[in-house]
């Protein structure tokens, strides 16, 4: 857990400096999360006059509930403690609380910006994560299981190439980034009111409710990276109660893992636009498509 | 004897039936009574055949209420009321009388239809009886389907209890009963009738049915 | 025993109805009705409770059909129905001492309120169909004399209209089934109907259907349910709760009694409409939900929502139960019972808040809502578990029917039939579809009404309701909280039900470590609510620690930036319809046709600017006007027929005289 | 009870007879509504002696299962009607509606429609049968045209004239029943005596029963009410006295549908003959669904209720059309529930009526409010004869409906549509009567609500315990109705 908690930043870091140095500019050092978090950490708060008991206890909430999901998350090793009391449908059911609450948070203060962020982030949920779910129905018939672990296992088990597999990645890659609210579905960068969905939610947050929130989304960000790369790329893994050269093995697979993934996500944000808000269900719509697709496909392979 | 006796009960229930196509093709008032008069008449001479036929007395009976009441007072009283409703050199309108012909003609041969082959087992008298007593009543519910006058509708009325009565007495042997029910009920309905109309005269100008009819409560 | 226990206190509830019409002036009455209420409700429950053999008890009493008399039985299903309704019924007469109190006419309430219950019970208990559909029936004429309780307003008259036609429709229906299940002979105990052999396939296909009609109108499947949302807010809140949280699961009742119990062995094309209508439900019900404004008729949408949910499993348990596949038709159903049982705790509760809502503040719109956390902090706490829990977010009840049922749509693969393998997917991304849906919905409600500033003056000053209704909610809240940290309780108490309606159950929670859950195989997927809760709780509570140990603790409270234009008027605040926009926009569209029509008058003109939306609800103009215009129509034209005149009337006489004639003439 | 020196029957006619007598020349109303009541007491009485010693049949009267149900019923509604109109002339006279000499004219009417109607049931005669019915009709028709306003005459007048042609086809159809008999049992009374007919029907020429039948049904159906001979009834209902539209939808169309069911069981025990289901089937279902839209567009709350009186001779006649154990029980079940449940409605309507000070039912509203005894107890009575339990019209349409399904499946489906749409009307109204704003109200009436809750406690009672002698009793008669 503290691994992640650890790592979060830097991945964040990471992707802000390979989008810079991709758009030719020198950019932050990759480290820069890590002081703007301590930073805000000494700022004071400032909170709204109307702000009530949920607006401040949010952050943390967020924070608790984004954390766990990503320690269920098997980053380096399988079996990992406790990985067998909660399956992928629970860590999506997991995320799915924390933006519960930043959804609320948003509307607590009573301003239009928060609204607007609150509205849009559900309306991407509730397209993101049927996409999700047919997901897992595809992992789950692939592997016969929606335990994490299970399906890693199963995965590094029999290697087969499978057009489901690819559908199901895309589909995935497209809910992590919705759902991170990276371009072309959000920009975590602007402060262009209209546009922001993510950012309109936490606008009237500061100081060290605004830090907890920023790690959190960090770590969101990194828990999908480590998700795709578990399922789709568990070589690496530790297996259970390996020993400590498996375990070192496994992180440092893991961390290239998380450098390739930040790597290839700056290479699509950079490359793309930003969508309007209207094409974004589209965007998913297409995610759940790939899944079904990746489904029927499946029992059509599956019967043969 | 046989044929005789059947020769002329057929004879007067043939008349029966005659004269009910009569009213329904008369359009005066006071012609109309005076035909249904007749009706009574040789409703009554049946009736009185059939009891000298039947050898049951009490038939006779029958037939002199028959002869007093619907053949005579009835229609006098009908005149008086139309007299003192001014209405007795009305012409009533028959829409279509042809057709009313062609229509009665058919239900004369419906009747011919349903009742002979149903009546195999009895008598032939009593067969043709109530055949000619059935196409007389349907002939009389016709003419109150097809007058638009009260009096005229009380005439057919009356016309298809002279069917009824023709069918009792056609039928063997039928208990004393019917018939002085029939006549007490005719009674009664002429009675209640006779206050009706004195009643209507009282609150309208005239005895057309749809008069009433405009008055009716209920409705939207 | 306990089921004497249950009939003596069901005719104790009956006798408090007459009570009730007997102290109809006195004062007191609300406290003492509700509180006689609350107790044979709470018998009740234990009466539900207590272990009992395996074998059902049954009883029989002189009424009802003469030769057949009353019969009465409780098995597991009704035991495990019978501690819900009385769960829900003691929660609300609890809620209803406190709340009754502000109720201008009790005596258009006291006495129905009883017998509501007691109508409920009754079902539950039957064993024979008349006095199943006696007590079914009654339930529904007791509940329209409470929804007619307001009847000052014309919308609730309507409301009743509504509810008591569609009520009856129902009756008609299941009347049908059961005739066609007990034959002409007329066996119509529920006995004799188990051991008739079942008829051709069509004839339960039939039976099927009409059972979908019949306990279908009563849950409020689509396109059956418009009386729901009408009638639901229509009546005081806590009998809202009881309508929407109990006697919808009534019905669910009987859907399993008679499809899973009387029927017979099904046939897997059987789950196809069942899981087809409840898809649609789950959709189109949260769909309507998410655009209400008004905050009652949010929730009994949302009923519908669960409702189909409900039937989507029990779907699922049809398809494996015909495929002799035990496991996963114990689990649909397990979830199926489990989900009843989830939705009936927290539906009670969401009335209730909404009913401590409109007491405080007189309104029932969210959008003259807002900033309620601020003057009602406890209500507005025990509404949010709610909406936590109904949107189906760990650690709390609702998530884990919602995901035993995930499980069990993830085992249909297995299915042999290539219509369910392909039907089932697409009915699992309905449901994941609703789940987030849901959420977003709960988060607009929530949000609109209970956060932000005050819209209206009513919302400011609104106090905080009083204690026995919080004391009920928070009760509820509690159990919602225990269903959700300890599953393996409730999916035990739910096993043996599965082993007698599918013939199988899933393995025993009780005895698995760390209170886990394992609905098939360790290997396949579990679920430990409680460590989730405590990780949450731990985590939440360290990164707090360290915060408050590292970061600063200075706190200014000032204006809310707003990105620099803050504007004091609350009405510049995101409205709930507003909130609603884009999914009015991208799923309303196909659903009812939604537009949004804005009239902005060009630069200068003073006139003020427009904004309108407008919706049209499909069943209701698909299939209900017609109904309605063909009805009209034969009544004007039939009508004609009273002011003919006495000659066209004789006329009728004569034709139909001839006719018959002609008939016998032309007869053989 | 032998004891009694007149045997129960005879005195089922006697008492009513001589009362008609002393009342045509009393006058006075407390007296002679007093008279009325204890006659028509008396008169109950006897007839639930009869249910104990049953004389011999002889040429003119008799006693068997089926007859008796009548009489009981018919009896015990003509004693709670009159103890019901005690009150409601009462209130008549003092607004000025009625005159004393009308009064003692209605009491003694009433009587003498007592005694026929006893007659019609008593008779062993077709004959007899047929004058006493002619005789009620008669005396209801002149109950109905009492007011003598142009609408009541104009009602009297249509049902006189639809009520003597029904009359006239009935007495056709006896005669041809004789006609068929004759040849068998001879000349004379043989030949016209139930006991005896039902003991040869076999022998009988099956051709001329089917016609005969089709007149009875007609002429019968008339005054049953059956469409499309029903014009006469929601007239007669709505313009005359609240009591007499009491009596004529609790007593009457019963008594007519009596004579209907006789003859029935007369065909069915001829195997040759046509069956008379199919004809009564339809005449029935035709009666249920017109009646039931026809009462979307009534604003007359008595003629509203007289049509919904139609709709449930429809389904009478029709579980009587399909026959069978189960149909047959029902039929008389329902026969039984309806004359009570549609009696107490009226029992209601009339004071309601009185208290509103018109029939429209578009000036009644907020009953529940402003008169919440006579308001409540409509709406009760109307649940219990939309059929909801827990009152007893339930259990009659649930054996009905559920029967008729499991062996005639396409049978049943225009039964529940016609029975839901009359549910639909019967509700939007009784929605409008009974809740909303209540309408303001001219003057209070001592309404007489015994009678009225004596009814729907009854039918609530029989809905949910129907006591085991009449349980068996009914089956008995459905057994024999075939």
């Known amino acids: 857990m503290i691994l992640v908690l650890s790592l979060a930043p830097l991945l964040l870091g990471f992707t802000r400096k390979t989008k810079a140095r991709l758009l030719r500019r020198r950019g932050p050092s990759i480290f820069q999360p890590y002081r703007d978090l301590l930073r805000l950490m000494r700022k004071e708060v400032v909170l709204a006059d109307n702000a009530s008991w949920l607006f401040r206890s949010a952050p943390y909430l967020i924070f608790a509930a984004t954390w766990v999901a990503a320690a269920l998350v098997p980053t380096f090793a399988t079996g990992l403690m406790f990985n067998w009391s909660a399956d992928l449908i629970v860590i999506t059911a997991l995320l799915g609380s924390a933006r519960f609450f930043l959804a609320l948070a948003g509307m607590d203060v009573g301003t239009s910006f928060g609204g607007i962020g609150s509205s849009r982030e559900m309306m991407f949920a509730s397209l993101a994560e049927p996409a999700m779910i047919m997901i897992v129905f595809v992992v789950a018939l692939i592997a016969g299981s929606t335990q994490l672990s299970e399906i890693a296992f199963h995965m590094l088990s029999h290697i087969e190439l499978r057009v489901s597999y690819g559908l199901a990645l895309i589909g995935l890659v497209i809910v992590a980034i919705a759902e991170n609210g990276r371009i072309p579905v959000d920009n975590p960068a602007t402060h262009l009111e209209l546009t922001m969905v993510h950012e309109a939610m936490v606008l009237e947050y500061s100081g060290r409710h605004l830090a907890v929130i920023e790690l959190a989304s960090a770590l969101k960000l990194l828990l999908y990276v480590s998700l795709i790369a578990c399922i789709f790329a568990p070589w690496g893994l530790a297996p259970h109660g390996a020993d400590f050269r498996g375990m070192a093995f496994g992180a440092v697979a893991f961390v290239a893992k998380l450098a390739v993934g930040g790597f290839l996500l700056a290479l699509f944000e950079v490359s793309t636009a930003k969508m309007r808000v209207f094409r974004v269900p589209d965007f998913l719509g297409a995610a759940l498509m790939l899944g079904l697709l990746g489904t029927l496909l499946l029992f059509v392979s599956r019967s043969l | 004897m046989g044929t005789l006796a059947f020769d002329v009960a057929h004879l007067f229930a043939g008349g029966l039936v005659l004269i009910s196509f009569m009213l329904l093709y008369q359009d005066r008032m006071t012609g109309l009574i005076n035909i249904f008069a007749l009706h009574a008449v040789v409703l009554s001479l049946s009736v009185a055949w059939q009891a000298y036929v039947q050898h049951s007395p009490h038939l006779f009976l029958t037939a002199a209420i028959a002869i007093i009441f619907k053949a005579t007072i009835i229609p006098l009283s009908l005149q008086r009321i139309m007299v003192r409703l001014r209405i007795h050199r009305d012409i009533e309108v028959v829409g279509g009388v042809g057709v009313t012909m062609l229509l009665g003609i058919c239900l004369v041969a419906l009747s011919l239809v349903v009742i002979l082959p149903a009546t195999a087992a009895a008598d032939p008298l009593a067969r043709e009886d109530v055949a000619f007593a059935l196409s007389v009543v349907l002939l009389g519910l016709l003419m109150m389907v097809t007058r638009r006058n009260a009096i005229s509708q009380v005439i057919g009325f009356m016309s298809l209890e002279n069917g009824l009565i023709l069918a009792a007495t056609g039928a063997k042997g039928m208990p004393l009963v019917v018939e002085i029910s029939v006549a007490f009920s005719v009674l009664i309905a002429f009675i209640v009738i006779g206050i009706f109309l004195f009643r209507i005269r009282e609150r309208f100008d005239t005895v057309d049915v749809q008069e009433l009819d405009r008055v009716r409560g209920g409705g939207r | 025993m306990s089921l004497t226990v249950a009939l003596l206190s069901i005719a104790a509830l009956l006798g408090a109805a007459g009570l009730a019409i007997a102290l109809a002036r006195s004062v007191e009455a609300t406290r003492i009705i509700y509180g006689l209420c609350f107790g044979f409700s709470l018998i009740l429950f234990v009466a539900a409770v207590v272990p009992r053999g395996a074998a059902a008890l049954t009883a029989a009493l002189p009424l009802g059909l003469p030769w057949i008399g009353a019969h009465f039985r409780m098995d597991v299903l009704s035991a495990f129905f019978l501690a819900i309704v009385n769960l829900g019924g003691a929660a609300a007469s609890l809620y209803a001492i406190g709340y009754g109190a502000h109720e201008k006419h ?475 926009q884009p999914i009015r926009r991208t799923l309303g569209n196909v659903a009812f046709v939604a537009r949004d029509h804005l009239d902005m008058p060009p630069p200068g003109d003073t006139r003020p600017a427009r904004f309108g939306i407008e919706v049209h609800d499909r069943v209701w103009d698909g299939i209900y006007t017609p109904i309605l215009r063909g009805v009209e129509f034969c009544a004007d034209q039939l009508n004609r027929m009273n002011y003919l005149t006495i000659q066209e009337y004789l006329g009728l006489v004569f034709i139909a005289l001839v006719g018959l004639l002609l008939v016998i003439a032309i007869w053989p | 009870m032998n004891g009694f020196a007149v045997q129960p029957v005879d005195a089922l006619l006697i008492i009513p007879a001589l009362s008609a007598l002393i009342l045509a020349f009393l006058s006075g109303y407390r007296l002679t509504s007093r008279i009325n009541l204890i006659s028509s007491g008396a008169v109950f009485l006897f007839a639930v002696a009869l249910l104990f010693s049953r004389p011999a049949a002889d040429n003119y009267l008799f006693v068997d299962d089926l007859n008796v149900v009548f009489v009981v019923l018919s009896t015990f509604i003509g004693f709670t009607t009159s103890a019901y109109s005690a009150s409601y002339i009462g209130h008549e006279i003092e607004v000025g509606k009625l005159k004393p000499t009308h009064v003692r004219f209605y009491h003694a009417m009433y009587q003498s429609m007592m005694f026929a109607m006893n007659l019609a049931l008593l008779a062993n005669n077709i004959g007899l049968m047929w004058v006493a019915i002619e005789f009620a009709t008669l005396t209801t028709v002149l109950m109905v045209g009492i007011y003598r306003t142009p609408e009541a005459l104009e009602a009297a007048w249509k049902y006189f004239i639809l009520g003597s042609v029904g009359i006239a086809l009935a007495l056709f159809g006896t005669i041809l029943v004789y006609m068929s008999a004759e040849p068998v049992l001879g000349e004379g009374y043989d030949a016209m005596v139930w006991t005896s007919l039902m003991r040869h029907a076999a022998a009988f020429s099956p051709r001329l029963l089917n016609v005969a039948f089709v007149f009875l049904m007609l002429g019968y159906g008339t005054k049953v009410g059956l469409v499309p001979m029903h014009a006469w009834l929601p007239d007669a209902h709505a313009e005359g006295p609240t009591p007499i539209s009491a009596v004529l939808s609790g007593l009457l169309l019963n008594v007519a549908l009596y004579a209907v069911l006789r003859f029935k069981m007369l065909l069915a025990a001829n195997a040759a003959a046509i069956a008379p289901g199919p004809l009564m089937i339809a005449l029935g279902l035709a009666s249920l669904i017109f009646a039931g839209f026809m009462l979307y567009r009534r604003d007359d709350i008595k003629r509203l209720f007289a049509y919904s009186s139609i709709e449930h001779m429809g389904i009478i006649t029709f579980a009587f059309g399909m026959g069978g154990p189960l149909a047959n029980f029902a039929g008389l079940l329902h026969m039984t529930m309806h004359s009570l449940t549609k009696s107490a409605i009226f029992f209601a309507v009339g004071h309601i009526a009185q208290v509103k000070g018109t029939q429209k039912i578009a000036n009644i509203r907020g009953l529940t409010e402003s008169h919440p005894v006579l308001g409540w107890g409509l709406v009760a009575g109307v649940m219990a004869i939309a059929g909801l339990p827990p009152f007893g019209v339930f259990m009659s349409e649930f054996l009905v409906v559920s029967s008729t399904f499991a062996r005639q499946p396409l049978l049943a489906i225009p039964l529940a549509f016609g029975l839901l749409v009359a549910f639909g009307a019967l509700l939007l109204r009784v929605i409008g009567l009974a809740f909303g704003e209540p309408s303001d109200s001219f003057g209070e009436v001592e309404a007489s609500i015994v009678p009225l809750f004596l009814h729907l406690a009854l039918v609530l009672l029989m809905g949910i315990w129907l006591e085991p002698h009449i349980a068996v009793w009914f089956q008995n008669v459905a057994g024999m109705l075939g």
């Open chain 3, 106 to 580: 009790p005596s258009r309430i006291l006495p129905f309120f009883p017998a509501f219950l007691a109508g409920m019970n009754l079902v539950l208990l039957a064993d024979d169909a008349f006095s199943f559909l006696v007590a079914w029936e009654f339930m529904s004429l007791s509940s329209w004399a409470l929804v007619m309780a307001h009847h000052h307003d014309a919308e609730n008259r309507r409301a009743g209209f509504i509810y008591l036609l569609m009520a009856s429709f129902g009756t008609l229906a299941l009347l049908m089934a059961f005739g066609l299940l007990a034959g002409s002979v007329g066996g119509y105990s529920f006995a004799d109907i188990r051991d008739a052999a079942h008829g051709p396939s069509w004839k339960s296909g039939l039976v099927l259907a009409l059972v979908l009609l019949g306990a279908g109108s009563k849950a409020g499947l689509v396109p059956l349910h418009i009386w729901l949302p009408l009638a639901h807010p229509a009546a005081p809140s806590h009998v809202s709760a009881l309508m929407s949280g109990v006697m919808t699961k009534v019905a669910i009742y009987g859907f399993i009694r008679i499809v899973f119990d009387l029927l017979g062995p099904p046939e897997f094309w059987w789950s196809m409409p069942t899981l087809t209508l409840g898809a649609i439900t789950a959709m189109l019900g949260i769909l309507s939900a998410t655009i209400q404004s008004d905050l009652k008729k949010l929730l009994a949408y949302s009923t519908i929502e669960n409702i189909g949910i409900i039937f989507v499993a029990l779907g699922l348990a049809l398809a494996f139960k015909a495929n002799g596949m035990a496991l996963p038709a114990a689990l649909a159903f397990t979830a199926a019972l489990f989900h009843v049982f989830n939705h009936s705790l927290f539906k009670s509760l969401l009335f209730f808040g909404a009913g401590a809502v409109q007491g405080a503040t007189g309104e029932r719109d969210i959008e003259r809502l807002g900033g309620l956390i601020h003057s009602m902090p406890r209500t507005a706490f025990v509404f949010l578990g709610a909406c936590l829990a109904i949107s189906a977010l760990p650690p709390l009840n609702g998530f884990v029917s919602e995901w035993l049922v995930f499980q069990a749509v993830l085992l249909s693969p297995s299915l042999p039939q290539w219509s369910l393998k392909l039907l089932v997917p697409a009915v699992g991304v309905a449901l994941a579809l609703s789940a987030a849906l849901c959420a977003g919905c709960f988060v607009r409600a929530y949000g609109v009404a209970f956060l932000g500033r005050a819209r209206s003056i009513a919302a400011k000053d609104a106090r905080e309701t009083d204690p026995w209704s919080l004391s009920a909610m928070s009760g509820l809240l509690a159990l919602c909280l225990l269903a959700g940290l300890f599953p393996s309780y409730m999916i035990d108490t739910i096993t043996p039900a599965a082993k007698l309606f599918v013939g199988g159950h899933v393995p025993t929670q009780g005895d698995i470590p760390w209170m886990s859950i394992v609905p098939i195989a360790e290997s396949r997927s579990s679920y430990n609510g409680l460590l989730v809760f405590v990780f949450i709780i731990f985590s939440a509570s360290v990164a707090a620690l360290i915060v408050r140990r590292f970061g600063s603790k200075a706190i200014r409270r000032g204006p809310a930036w707003d990105c620099g234009y803050p504007d004091p008027s609350p009405a510049t605040q995101y409205t709930g319809s507003s909130f609603a």
